[in-house]
């Protein structure tokens, strides 16, 4: 391949169209209490790509793809023309997106699309807001025309970009007619329909679907009920989350310990530490092995129960079973302690999770900072915030507003103005709901005199804050 334009190698630098999901099944990654995935590491190593159309104008768009096509010393392969459609289709209509393919065909004699090119075509279609879905089939019938009938990527595409587009109902309604055209979708789909469905309507709804489509030989398998049994949990309704394993048991399918600890969870949110202990013994006997995930939810839900105890008989169990406890083992037994008014057996536990090799992470140290200020060991809490400072810790929401509260209470306004300071410095809250906390306790405390020259200092900064920020880390809702 000969030299290309700067526009059209960025273009290509990163793969734009997504691989269909691989044949081998795999579960979603375990969360550990709270049912949200583990933040992702924020560090981006991606690079942004140039669109080389500037304007939807089709006769625009066709001289720069003739400019393109003319500079480059070979001719375009499949994988430019999929990018530069794209990146067209990005700012344009359907229409004219379609007028674009047609003229790089036109002039291009050597470039033969294929079905990743319809697919593209596709994809912008289902973010047109028509409940008809015209623009839909109007592609389908392009790629039909073409020679291209759908497949199940087909499928798989369009039910996850109306999805993505918040067409929900759209995309059930795709479904079923592509189901009908022998472009049955797999189970990934399906799954991932379910999915969405449990996140945005009631569980009859997803009954509903469920039970059409089975006429198309698409049946629940233990994915789908571990998406419905997670959806109840969070809800709140163990009633029905019990009720489903007992459902998907009947079809023939073992719950793994994926469905116990989403079970378990539930109980947790509920506060509810016999039935999290009862889950656990109902896993053991029906011998499913548990893993880390499990007794991390355990020694949270009886720690947030004030079992602390009990929490702890459960850290050496998990340890002669083979499970090493983590940053989430301690901070909950922590927070239960805190909770019990034991910041000081808090602070001990931490002594004893450093001497295990396992590193205290920011909610360790804000679950800390919370409950030595609750419990009144202001320098203790002090001398944490300070080393919190010299690693560039930033402040959870609870942490930040006990400490200042605190020092309001003790009189040493300067120092909670130090702490305001800190917290929009390191990004840890919004500049405005860090300066409301700050005014709220100043106005209530010993301090009333000084907020008139405190707010103006602290006004400054909402007058010419810095960049937006992210909220503070919390920890699994604790606290």
Do not use: W
Request: a positive charge; proline letters at 5%; glycine letters at 6%.
């Amino acid at each position: 391949m000969g030299k290309m334009s700067p526009s059209v190698r960025s273009l290509v630098s990163t793969s734009l169209i997504k691989k269909p999901p691989s044949s081998s099944p795999s579960r979603k990654p375990q969360t550990h209490l709270t049912g949200k995935t583990p933040p992702q590491n924020s560090g981006k190593t991606q690079t942004q790509t140039h669109n080389p159309f500037t304007s939807p104008n089709l006769s625009d768009a066709k001289r720069v793809f003739n400019s393109i096509a003319t500079s480059a010393r070979n001719s375009l392969d499949l994988r430019h023309h999929n990018a530069l459609l794209q990146s067209y289709a990005a700012i344009s209509t359907v229409n004219d997106s379609i007028a674009f393919f047609n003229h790089m065909i036109k002039t291009q004699p050597a470039f033969s699309p294929e079905r990743s090119t319809y697919h593209i075509l596709l994809a912008q279609s289902c973010t047109v807001p028509d409940q008809t879905l015209q623009s839909v089939h109007q592609v389908l019938n392009f790629m039909v025309n073409n020679g291209f009938h759908p497949d199940k990527v087909t499928t798989d595409i369009a039910v996850r970009s109306l999805c993505l587009a918040g067409h929900v109902d759209e995309a059930v309604q795709v479904m079923k007619q592509m189901a009908l055209k022998s472009a049955v979708p797999d189970t990934y789909t399906y799954n991932f329909l379910v999915k969405c469905l449990c996140k945005s309507r009631v569980l009859s709804t997803v009954r509903g679907f469920i039970d059409e489509m089975k006429s198309f030989g698409l049946k629940p398998d233990l994915v789908t009920f571990t998406i419905m049994i997670d959806n109840v949990a969070n809800s709140k309704n163990l009633r029905e989350a019990t009720r489903l394993v007992d459902e998907l048991e009947k079809e023939g399918f073992k719950p793994d310990c994926y469905v116990y600890n989403t079970i378990m969870k539930g109980y947790c949110m509920l506060s509810k530490g016999n039935e999290v202990v009862q889950v656990l013994k109902e896993m053991q006997a029906k011998g499913v092995e548990s893993d880390l995930v499990t007794y991390n939810t355990l020694i949270f839900g009886l720690s947030k129960c004030g079992r602390v105890m009990d929490a702890k008989k459960y850290l050496r169990i998990m340890v002669e079973m083979g499970h090493f406890p983590d940053e989430v083992t301690y901070t909950s037994l922590m927070n239960g302690l805190c909770r019990k008014g034991d910041a000081l057996g808090a602070v001990a536990l931490l002594s004893e999770m450093q001497a295990q090799g396992c590193r205290p992470n920011e909610c360790t140290y804000n679950t800390l900072l919370h409950g030595l200020c609750k419990g009144r060991l202001l320098e203790k809490g002090l001398e944490l915030y300070g080393l919190m400072k010299k690693d560039g810790m930033k402040l959870d929401t609870a942490s930040y507003g006990t400490l200042v509260r605190t020092l309001c209470r003790a009189g040493r306004i300067a120092d909670a103005y130090e702490v305001f300071d800190y917290a929009v410095e390191s990004k840890s809250l919004t500049n405005v709901s860090a300066y409301l906390t700050l005014e709220a306790t100043v106005k209530q405390g010993p301090g009333r005199s000084l907020f008139g020259s405190i707010s103006t200092r602290a006004l400054s900064v909402l007058i010419d804050p810095p960049s937006p920020v992210c909220p503070g880390l919390r920890f699994a809702n604790i606290g």
